[in-house]
């Protein structure tokens, strides 16, 4: 009856000390993170501009 | 729970500049009175034409400088539909509808407001360039909804 | 053991037959659509007669609500038989019902709209009022989406009794949020088409509360949104990573994400009614705050996204900053068509801030802005994820394989989708801040210089829309082959594997009633107040109007 499923099975992790390399994540999210408060500042100026 | 570093300083910075911007839109809306159109105040939908002001819609001079501007919507038209605004007016614009819900956009302003049956929806603009408006329904009100408009002129005042 | 892996033949026919529905609504959808942008443009009229809101309305429904729900219910329905292990024939015949219903309110709905009774948009504002058939029509779509909901709960609470203890499986876990999700928001539109809708078409009570409708149905908008999105995520979370031979980032931020989906998903309708004058000012900036915390859940899934990426290639050896990038399997339509959707989630989501944010709204409020804007949340991000899965979701559930030509047409596919959409919801989104309001036929607005100045853009739309449309067709053959005449054989359903440096998932996931409780309580908080304020302060109700 139980199926077993592949997150259910595995093996207790340890916690690793060495987190993985993330730099590229880092920066790609910044780089996100920049697009979206660029984009919402243009609109909020051009709101002031018609106010 | 176990979170990665990175993922920390992201989720500080992300969460950050989403409370800045809410403190800056909530700033202007409560303290410099930029608060998106909340009129609250109802009238009949069905007794318009008998409840002032929209007895007699148009243009009204309320003060030194100071204009109400008090628009009926209907469909598929608004009345009046052709204004006139001396430059440097500061104009409080009410409107209503008879009918369904209609939209108030002035089109390139922030002059965008959604009226509703029932309502009475009010915006406050200063009109300091001289220029031609366009009004448009923004709102899906029926098969002439894309024929109702209305001009504003802002014009130097004699 | 293996024979699990598979999704069990009589589930994979309830699935497809979901599948089936959705493409078909797709085709006729998209063709509205087609005839919609080419009437923008003003060189091209609808003959016979047609309404352009008629062909609005197809448009809306077809693809806001018939593509998507049944696409996810079916997805669904076969992720969890997957990963839940295969439905008891009772669970499996409820699912049959749930679609029945769905599907012969579908055909209603459209009938109406088809002969013109019921164009009043996919947003159905009273007092514009349809033919009761219309709403009848709805309601069954609903209703049957309830059924299919709880028979996924009612799997769900089988695996649970035989595995105690257990943390659910993922894919399983997920679904069972966006169910909870779906159910808890479509009581307000039910609300409103039950209570005041249907009865007020049908003469049996003659005015209604035009705000307390509106509210009823935001409160289901917004969170309508968020459903279609979930599933989406299911395919970035849990299928991603196994395609590209990754792993999963973490499974317990995967899960954390989507409860929080749950909370904030719901409590958040007046960000669309920001300009609306029945509602007090302070309880919409309330519902703005609570709508940049469902921001924080997508923040976390970006960085999820590219954290898999990036682990994955430099596990193959990638170096420098972005290195990882060229790791990636480009050639993989199963990955391509998602991905491409991720990165039209940027925009989308840039957008969503502006909408949502108070005196920003009024710059874009009902421009059409807002259309270009759902046109990259939905219409890209989602619908081309949902395009990548049904790339593998379609030959496993028939027992067919994907061939290498087909898979380069997937491609094609996806280039020509993301061109289209570039040149259609970009100058959507130009247009709208010049002014050119939504769900507009072609005016010059009495030959006004400033509507003249948005026509450049409508034949920009026009062009977009029209190599949109060649990207419909090319998904339907896509869809086609591999439903009917793909080679026989064996395609993976994938299922990613969590990675060795994530955490082990806590039990309190599973803990709905609490999760529940703390939607609900949020709901309470958000609406109470401002609900009972428009009830009592309420002006006279309407009348029904058919203005078209
Ligand atoms: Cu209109
Ligand atoms: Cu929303």
Redesign the interface.
């Known amino acids: 009856m139980a199926i077993p499923q592949l997150q259910n099975t595995k093996p207790k992790v340890k916690m690793t000390k060495e987190s993985p390399s993330l730099k590229g994540t880092l920066a790609s999210v910044f780089l996100l993170g920049f697009f979206l408060m660029f984009t919402w500042i243009s609109i909020y100026f051009l709101f002031l501009d018609r106010l | 729970m176990h979170i990665h570093k990175y993922e920390k300083i992201w989720l500080f910075f992300g969460i950050g500049s989403l409370f800045v911007f809410l403190t800056i839109i909530g700033v202007s809306a409560f303290a410099q009175g930029n608060q998106p159109p909340s009129c609250l105040t109802t009238i009949d939908p069905e007794k318009v034409d008998e409840t002032p002001p929209f007895n007699k819609p148009g243009l009204v001079k309320t003060g030194d400088n100071e204009y109400q501007l008090n628009i009926v919507a209907s469909a598929f038209a608004y009345t009046p539909n052709q204004i006139e605004i001396p430059k440097g007016a500061k104009v409080t614009i009410n409107v209503t509808t008879k009918d369904v819900i209609h939209g108030f956009e002035m089109a390139g302003t922030n002059v965008n407001m959604m009226v509703e049956p029932g309502y009475v929806n009010s915006f406050t603009k200063t009109f300091n360039k001289t220029g031609q408006y366009t009004i448009v329904c923004n709102e899906y009100c029926g098969a002439g909804h894309h024929m109702m408009t209305a001009k504003v002129k802002v014009v130097n005042k004699q | ?1 293996n024979e ?1 892996m598979k999704v069990d033949r009589r589930d994979a026919k309830l699935a497809m037959a979901h599948i089936y529905v959705a493409f078909i609504a797709l085709a006729l959808g998209g063709f509205a659509g087609l005839l919609q942008v080419l009437v923008r443009s003003g060189k091209f009229t609808l003959p016979a007669n047609i ?1 352009y ?1 008629t062909i609005l309305t197809t448009h809306g429904v077809l693809l806001g609500l018939v593509l998507t729900t049944f696409f996810i219910i079916g997805f669904q329905f076969a992720a969890m038989s997957r ?3 295969t439905f008891s024939n009772q669970v499996r015949t409820w699912g049959w019902v749930g679609f029945w219903m769905m599907t012969i309110g579908t055909a209603m709905t459209a009938f109406f709209i088809l002969i013109g009774e019921a ?1 009043v ?1 996919f947003t159905f ?1 009273a ?2 009022q349809a033919h009761p058939g219309f709403y009848l029509g709805l309601t069954l779509v609903v209703v049957g989406s309830w059924i299919s909901g709880f028979t996924m709960f009612a799997h769900y609470a089988k695996w649970k009794k ?2 105690p203890g ?2 659910s ?2 894919l399983t876990f997920m679904s069972v949020a966006n169910m909870i999700l779906w159910l808890v928001c479509t009581l307000g539109v039910a609300a409103t088409v039950l209570i005041q809708l249907l009865p007020w078409s049908l003469g049996l009570i003659d005015r209604i509360n ?2 307390v409708s ?1 509210t009823l149905f935001w409160y289901f908008g917004h969170p309508l949104v968020y459903f279609w999105l979930l599933p989406a995520y299911m395919v970035w979370y849990v299928v991603i990573p196994k395609i590209i031979g990754g792993k999963i980032f973490s ?3 995967a899960r ?1 994400s989507f409860i929080l989906f749950l909370f904030f998903s719901i409590p958040v309708g007046f960000h669309h ?9 302070f309880w ?2 309330v519902q ?2 609570l709508t ?2 469902v ?2 859940p997508s ?2 899934t ?2 999820s996204m ?2 898999t ?3 994955y ?2 596990s193959k050896g990638a170096t ?6 060229r790791k990636l399997p480009w050639g993989d339509a199963r990955f391509f068509a998602p991905f491409v959707g991720m990165l039209f989630f ?2 989308a ?3 969503g ?2 909408n949502a ?11 059409i802005w807002v259309t270009g804007h759902f046109h990259l949340t939905l219409a890209t991000t989602v619908v081309l994820t949902f395009f990548g899965a049904a790339y593998w979701l379609i030959p496993h559930l028939t027992g067919r394989v994907m061939t290498k030509t087909m898979n380069r047409l997937a491609i094609v596919q996806t280039v020509v989708w993301a061109i289209g959409m570039c040149f259609m919801s970009g100058s959507m989104h130009f247009a709208g ?11 010059t ?2 030959n ?4 003249l100045e948005w026509i450049p853009y409508q034949i920009a739309q026009a062009i977009g829309g029209t190599i949109l449309f060649i990207g419909i067709i090319l998904v339907l053959v896509i869809v086609t082959n591999l439903a009917f005449f793909a080679p026989k054989g064996e395609t993976e359903f994938p ?1 990613g ?10 039990l309190v996931f599973e803990n709905w009633k609490l999760w529940i409780g703390i939607t609900v309580a949020l709901i309470l908080i958000a609406y109470t107040i401002p609900f009972i304020d428009m009830i009592q ?6 009348k029904g ?1 058919k ?2």
């Open positions: 053991m699990t309404s809101y990963t839940a292990g164009s948009l504002y007092p514009l035989a595995n257990k943390t499986p993922l035009v705000l509106r499974d317990a931020l954390l009614q920001l300009l609306e004058p029945g509602i007090d000012p919409k900036y703005v705050i940049f915390m921001v924080i923040l976390m970006a960085f590219f954290a990426f990036e682990m290639g430099r420098g900053l972005f290195g990882w990038l940027i925009p989501g840039a957008g801030l502006v944010s108070h005196q920003l709204n009024q710059v874009v409020h009902n421009t801040l010049l002014g050119a309001p939504r769900r507009s036929a072609f005016s607005y009495g006004s210089p400033q509507a299922v594997e969590v990675a060795e440096t994530a955490e082990r998932t806590p302060n309420a002006p006279p109700g309407s109007y203005l078209w």
